[in-house]
């Protein structure tokens, strides 16, 4: 085979273990991971030198402890991918309480002195509202005076003396449907089997190969970071350190088919 490089990071496939084995089925296996840019495996050879008392050379350095793990480099972090490796489930819910904080509004500067908000508030549950100056007002259920404010619908009103002041409304409003992931109360670490396919081609770029990298046992390690939040989209990278292999097998086996 010849030396080769790789066009493409790959794309990954992680099978849960349940009773020992890996299991490929849709309830236990994950993937897809979205925008992988990298995928980076490394192997790190530890020895304990032993020291000659005769000599500044050490007379010998016997291997003590091997380490490995699969670096991936995601564009983005799938929320589902999240869940997988922290031991949740992504629920599908319906008529779920959803919270708006600090939404912005104008009150208008002629009549009628009202605004339109994104949602209809949940009126049975609380409602606050806050100037500039982060003072709060009163809500109220019949014609609101200066710096009071009533709720019907997804319709706030205000008093024509508060015209032109903006002001924050913080409330909750019940979404017809939503999806839920995230910390469980007692996360657990899955074993996994990690399996990357990919492309890769020969140094004389006459053969190409289609490769795959197959961990036969590994766990997450590090830092597991959910989907940040901002304005700039950041990378996230999963750590998966490698295991002591079944029986037999390679702790890390890679394989190469040439593309005809």
């Not at 910390?183 to 990357?196: D, F, S, T």
Request: proline share 8%; charged share 15%; with cysteine.
């Amino acid at each position: 085979m010849q030396p080769i490089y790789f066009q493409k990071a790959g794309k990954i496939r992680l099978n849960k273990y349940v009773n020992g084995v890996p299991v490929m089925s849709p309830e236990t296996t994950f993937t897809r991971a979205g925008i992988v840019q990298s995928i980076q495996a490394n192997i790190t050879i530890n020895g304990t030198p032993i020291q000659d008392g005769n000599s500044l050379w050490n007379a010998a350095n016997p291997d003590t402890n091997i380490e490995g793990n699969v670096v991936v480099t995601l564009g983005t972090m799938p929320p589902d991918l999240y869940a997988f490796i922290m031991g949740d489930t992504i629920t599908n819910l319906t008529n779920v309480p959803f919270p708006v904080n600090d939404e912005e509004l104008l009150i208008p500067t002629a009549s009628p002195y009202t605004v339109t908000l994104k949602h209809a508030p949940d009126t049975s549950r609380p409602i606050i509202l806050v100037d500039a100056d982060a003072s709060a007002w009163v809500k109220v259920s019949a014609t609101p005076a200066q710096g009071q404010y009533s709720v019907s619908a997804a319709t706030a009103t205000f008093n024509s003396a508060d015209a032109g002041k903006s002001v924050f409304i913080t409330y909750d409003y019940t979404a017809t449907n939503g999806k839920s992931f995230g910390l469980p109360k007692n996360p657990q670490r899955k074993a996994l089997q990690l399996i990357v396919s990919g492309e890769a081609t020969g140094d004389d770029e006459s053969t190409m190969y289609e490769v795959a990298l197959t961990v036969d046992k590994c766990k997450v390690q590090g830092t597991i970071s959910p989907p940040q939040q901002g304005r700039e989209p950041q990378t996230a990278s999963v750590t998966f350190n490698v295991l002591k292999p079944r029986g037999n097998n390679r702790a890390v086996d890679y394989l190469a088919v040439p593309i005809v």
